[in-house]
């Protein structure tokens, strides 16, 4: 069930994500996309971003800290100051960052 209020996008290849009103989605292809709340001065104020795991090597805090490296085209000169594991796992899907 699709929260109250929330949107629908629809990609050009199929892609349906679900998200709160005044974020922003961007389809990366082949399932990935990045999706953002606008903040202040341009700025996102918190993101999403999902990527097929078969794409990418190792775990989440890895990748988060990484980010410049792993997608230098979405996050160009991007710096990571804190980062916060979110699963109570031996290996964790998902990170703060």
Not at 37 to 61: F, N, S
């Amino acid at each position: 069930m699709i929260p109250k209020g929330w949107k629908t996008f629809k990609g050009q290849n199929g892609l349906i994500v679900f998200h709160p009103v005044g974020w922003q989605v961007q389809d990366q292809g082949n399932g990935a996309f990045l999706s953002y709340r606008p903040g202040p001065g341009g700025m996102a104020d918190a993101l999403v971003l999902v990527y097929p795991i078969q794409k990418i090597e190792g775990h989440a805090t890895g990748v988060v800290k990484n980010l410049e490296q792993i997608f230098p085209d979405l996050f160009p000169g991007v710096e990571v100051f804190n980062d916060r594991v979110i699963s109570q796992t031996q290996n964790p899907e998902g990170c703060l960052g």
